[in-house]
């Protein structure tokens, strides 16, 4: 087994054995985990980091496959770009058919030297499932890819978290779900800096165009791009409004276009200072948790089991309320 100074010069070097290596003790939450993001750390701050939502069956894991493809064998003039895919499904990979979808169309994608895919599904981390990708974005990123995409289900709050943490956020629709696009929550849209409707293919792609629209107005307070990649001048400063794309991802449809505007929203970041301000707000976010979760952690682990499930009586037969359970339990820890 090498040892962190070797696995951290070894990912320095692009080692993908040693990256792989070092995904699995950091995700697994190892003490070496944690060893070695501390001397890649200095090495972070380069990547862009895309987050790829949406409901399931959308076209998430094609439009990333698509999107990493192009990435990794750019022309005209840009070199190639080294990709990663963090793939987070909080459901079991391995049930459902969506797993071995995955990995037949990854194929496409398997020995290419830029593209490195790697799928997370446990819960277990220090900080929830945020915290763990964290972690494997750091590595990921201290490694010298340029491009990180994070694919998560856009089903619950720990992914719309993890949408959060992206400099540029995806939300990908598809057409077939009814005028009313139940799937489309309001707190998705307002995290969303591209609208992509996958399927377009499919019938029901201007209904789903138009009702998007809809919905976006009201999270954007009236303000819509009238036509794609609108940037708006409002008081001084330049904003960002959504842009609505279609793809066929399946085709490869509309690719190009998508990775234009990915490029022309990290412009956007960059030349506002939005940039800058995401980064500070995400390390914010992920130090105030991991601070949380820490200093939970440690108090647990000098409380009694029998206090805790004591005081949860207690309260569950409404002899204390929760402030008192709190307090007793804080006492505890001291006496
Ligand atoms: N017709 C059509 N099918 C698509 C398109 N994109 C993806 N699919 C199919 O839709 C299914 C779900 O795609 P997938 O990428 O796994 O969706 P995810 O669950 O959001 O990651 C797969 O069978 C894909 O082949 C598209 O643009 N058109
Ligand atoms: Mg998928």
């Given at each position: 087994v090498p040892s962190t100074d070797e696995l951290v010069s070894s990912i320095l070097r692009g080692s993908r054995l040693a990256l792989a290596q070092s995904l699995t003790l950091v995700e697994n939450d190892e003490p070496n985990g944690y060893a070695i993001l501390n001397q890649l750390f200095p090495y972070t701050g380069r990547a862009h980091l895309i987050g790829v939502t949406g409901?399931?069956?959308?076209g998430k894991s094609s439009i990333v496959n698509q999107l990493a493809l192009q990435y990794s064998q750019r022309m005209e003039g840009s070199p190639a770009r080294r990709v990663a895919i963090i793939a987070v499904d909080p459901?079991?990979?391995?049930?459902?058919?969506a797993f071995l979808g995955d990995r037949i169309r990854m194929r496409d994608l398997a020995g290419n030297p830029n593209v490195f895919i790697r799928s997370m599904a446990s819960r277990g981390s220090l900080g929830g499932l945020a915290a763990g990708t964290s972690g494997l974005v750091q590595v990921f990123d201290a490694a010298g890819y340029d491009v990180i995409m994070i694919e998560t289900v856009g089903a619950g709050q720990a992914e719309v978290d993890i949408a959060r943490l992206a400099h540029t956020t995806l939300v990908i629709e598809s057409p077939g779900l009814g005028d009313d696009i139940q799937a489309i929550k309001a707190g998705i849209l307002e995290i969303a800096d591209l609208l992509v409707i996958n399927k377009a293919d499919y019938p029901g792609v201007e209904n789903t165009e138009r009702a998007l629209r809809a919905n976006l107005e009201l999270a954007t307070n009236g303000q819509v791009a009238t036509t794609n990649g609108q940037v708006v001048e409002g008081s001084g400063t330049t904003a960002w409004l959504p842009t609505i794309l279609r793809t066929i991802a399946t085709e490869g449809a509309g690719i190009t276009e998508l990775m234009q505007e990915i490029e022309r929203h990290q412009q956007h970041l960059l030349q506002s200072g939005e940039w800058q301000r995401r980064e500070r707000e995400r390390l914010h976010i992920e130090l105030e948790n991991l601070l949380r979760e820490t200093l939970v952690a440690r108090w647990r682990a000098t409380l009694p089991a029998a206090s805790y499930q004591e005081v949860l009586s207690d309260l569950v037969s409404r002899r204390i309320s929760h402030h008192q359970a709190v307090e007793l339990l804080l006492e505890r820890k001291e006496g």
């Open positions: 409901a399931p069956g959308t459901s079991s990979p391995f049930t459902g058919g």
